[in-house]
């Protein structure tokens, strides 16, 4: 994973742990993720060829670019 790539396109932000309302998000992490219609069509497709979900590929590399940058 180019993880210099990935900081780069990413801009710091604030974020907000808990929804005010205190819907699922407060306890399960739930939230939207507007993909945009392109990479939304990608990233499905290469799901569905490798019988896999969406979130499932989305949490494996969130999990791992934080286990990367946490060691340093």
């Known amino acids: 994973m180019d993880l210099k790539k990935i900081n780069e396109e990413l801009e710091p ?5 808990m929804n005010p309302n205190g819907y699922p998000t407060r306890k399960y992490g739930v939230m939207g993720l507007a993909l945009g219609y392109e990479l939304h069509a990608r990233l499905k497709r290469y799901a ?4 896999f979900s969406m979130s499932k590929l989305i949490k494996i590399l969130v999990k791992n670019y934080l286990d990367e940058m946490e060691i340093k």
Do not use: S
């Not at 932000?13 to 742990?17: G, N």
């Not at 569905?48 to 019988?51: A, E, L, R, Y």
């Open 48 to 51: 569905i060829q490798k019988g």
């Open 13 to 17: 932000k604030i974020p907000e742990l």
